[in-house]
C-alpha cells in the first residue's frame, strides 16, 4: 500500500462541501487522502508468522473482529438515543489492527493505545460487559464508571488503555518498554497512535530515546488519513509515509495495508520479534479507514469526506468481509458457519448493552476512590499528609 501525495497551496477560506471525488480533488490540488485504490494483492499466508496457524485460529480471528464490530454497532445505536454520554470514538473499520497484533502477543508484551481503544480491548480479552457499561458509565464498568469511552484499562491482560491526550500515551508506552528492558522481560511494547498525533512533540521525543537507549516498542501509526477531520495532504508536510521520519532517528520503518490481517501480522510480527529480542524499536504505519467520524459528535464527518469514498471503502477494503472471503477461498469455513458467528456476536453485545443499562450507576462515596494509590491501598504515605478531594 502507498500513500497518495502532493503538495497543495491551501486557502485559508474553508471551502464548501465536495459532492464527490473529482470536486475533492480539485478543491485540495488533486490532494485528497486516499490510498490506492484496491487491495494489496501480495499473498502473505506463506509469511512463516502465517503458515502456521490453525483452521481454529483463524476462524476465531474472524470471530474477534465481528465482536468488535457488533460491540461498536451497540454503543452507537444507544449514544444516538441519548442514552449513553460522554465521547465516543469508532473504530468501525478498523477492526483487523486490533485483532492481528493482540495475536502476536507472547504473554510479556504490553499495549497502550490512545481513545480509539475499544478494539484493543476487546482483543486482548477485556469482556464485553465490563467495557459496556463503562460506556454507560456505570459503577460495574472496566474504570468503575470514571473513564468512559477513552479510558478503558485492564493491566491484569498487559492492556494500558486508553489515553484522551493526543500523543500522550507516546511516553507512557515508552515507559512500559522501559520496565521490560530493565526488568529483563522478553517482551516488547506496542503504542498505537494516529496519524494526527505523529506531529505532536513528544512523539519525536520518543523516537530519540527509543533508540538512544535500544528500547523495545513498535510504534504503530494507524493512518486513517484523517486524524480529527482534517486529511493528511492538508496537516502533515512529508516525503513519503510518516513511519520513515523514524529514519531520522536510526529507527526501522516500514508501511503496510491493515485491511488484510495476513499482511499485518507479516509486517508487524518481525518488528515485535526483533523487539523481544534485540531491544530495538520500531515505526510500523497502518493504512486503514474508519466509517464514521472522529467521534460519534463529529458534526462534520460527512463534509471533509464524501458519500463516495466512504462507500468505496466499505466495498473494497472491509476488513471483515476480506478476511470471510480468505477463509472461504481456503474452505477454512462455510458461509452458513460465517452466518452462525455472526449471530452470536450480535447477541453477545446485545446482551452486554443490556448488562450496561441494567447496571447500577456508582455509589457516591466512591468518588474518593481511584485517586491517590497510596490511600486505596493503605501504604506507608498514605497514612501521613492530608487528601482531599473538592472540600
Known amino acids: 500500500m502507498t500513500l497518495m501525495a502532493q503538495s497543495t497551496t491551501l486557502s485559508t477560506k ?31 499466508s506463506k509469511d512463516p508468522v502465517n503458515a ?23 454503543a452507537l445505536k444507544y449514544y444516538n438515543q441519548g442514552i449513553m454520554g460522554g465521547f465516543l470514538h469508532l473504530c468501525i473499520g478498523q477492526e483487523s489492527i486490533a485483532v492481528g497484533t493482540s495475536s502476536l502477543m507472547n504473554g510479556h508484551d504490553e499495549i497502550i493505545t490512545a481513545y480509539r481503544d475499544h478494539g484493543h480491548a476487546l482483543a486482548v480479552g477485556m469482556g464485553m ?14 474504570s468503575k464508571g470514571k473513564g468512559g469511552s477513552m479510558h478503558f484499562f485492564a493491566p491484569d491482560k498487559h492492556y494500558w488503555g486508553g489515553h484522551g491526550i493526543v500523543g500522550g500515551q507516546t511516553p507512557l508506552g515508552l515507559g512500559l518498554a522501559f520496565a ?33 537507549w535500544s528500547l523495545p516498542i513498535v510504534y504503530v501509526i494507524e493512518n486513517n488519513g484523517y486524524s480529527m477531520g ?23 520503518a516500514e508501511i503496510c495495508g491493515g485491511f488484510h490481517l495476513y499482511e499485518l501480522r507479516a509486517k508487524l510480527g518481525p518488528a515485535m520479534a526483533r ?11 497502518v493504512n486503514t479507514y474508519r466509517y464514521y467520524g472522529h467521534s460519534v459528535a463529529d458534526a462534520n464527518a460527512k463534509k471533509y469526506r464524501t458519500p463516495e469514498e466512504i462507500d468505496h471503502y466499505k466495498k473494497e477494503f472491509d476488513p471483515i468481509t476480506i478476511w470471510e472471503n480468505q477463509l472461504l477461498n481456503e ?46 491501598h493503605q501504604t506507608e504515605a498514605g497514612q501521613t499528609g492530608r487528601h482531599f478531594f473538592s472540600e
Open 14 to 44: 474553508s471551502p464548501e462541501p465536495a459532492k464527490n471525488l473529482t470536486e475533492l480533488d480539485e478543491l485540495f490540488g488533486g490532494s485528497t487522502c486516499r490510498w490506492v485504490s484496491s487491495p494489496t494483492h501480495a499473498d502473505y
Open 52 to 74: 502456521s496457524l490453525t483452521a481454529g485460529q483463524k476462524i476465531g480471528f474472524l470471530r474477534e473482529m465481528l465482536r468488535i464490530r457488533r460491540f461498536e454497532q451497540q
Open 129 to 142: 460487559d465490563e467495557c459496556m457499561a463503562e460506556l454507560f458509565g456505570k459503577g460495574t464498568g472496566c
Open 180 to 212: 521490560l528492558k530493565y526488568k529483563a522481560v522478553n517482551g516488547c511494547a506496542v503504542c498505537f497512535l494516529g496519524d494526527g498525533a505523529v506531529n505532536q512533540g513528544v512523539f519525536s521525543e520518543c523516537l530519540n530515546i527509543a533508540s538512544l
Open 230 to 252: 482534517t486529511s493528511l495532504e492538508r496537516s502533515s508536510a512529508f516525503n513519503g509515509p510518516l513511519a520513515y521520519r523514524a529514519k531520522g532517528y536510526a529507527i526501522e
Open 275 to 285: 523487539a523481544r529480542a534485540e531491544s530495538k524499536p520500531s515505526v510500523l504505519e
Open 331 to 376: 474452505n477454512v469455513i462455510t458461509e452458513e458457519e460465517i452466518t452462525k458467528l455472526d449471530k452470536e456476536t450480535k447477541a453477545e453485545a446485545e446482551a452486554a448493552a443490556e448488562f450496561g443499562i441494567n447496571s447500577p450507576w456508582p455509589a457516591e462515596e466512591t468518588i474518593f476512590e481511584d485517586i491517590y494509590y497510596e490511600v486505596d
